[in-house]
């Protein structure tokens, strides 16, 4: 149970990490890199659980 706890912990972080990172680039660079804002969440789901 201590080790899916961890993973949770992990995993959330991940994705709060993703989130941020995302979240303070300008939308020309988001669009540089073929993102747009509205997908970071998405983005950010898929780094963290693989969906």
């Known amino acids: 149970m201590i080790m899916r706890l ?3 912990r ?3 972080a ?3 990490q993703t989130v941020t990172e995302l979240s303070h680039l300008s939308n020309r660079e988001l669009a540089d890199l ?3 804002r509205s997908m970071i969440t ?3 789901t898929e780094a963290a659980w693989g969906k």
């Open 6 to 8: 961890q993973e949770a």
């Open 10 to 12: 992990a995993r959330r």
């Open 14 to 16: 991940v994705y709060r």
């Open 34 to 36: 073929g993102i747009h």
């Open 42 to 44: 998405r983005i950010a």
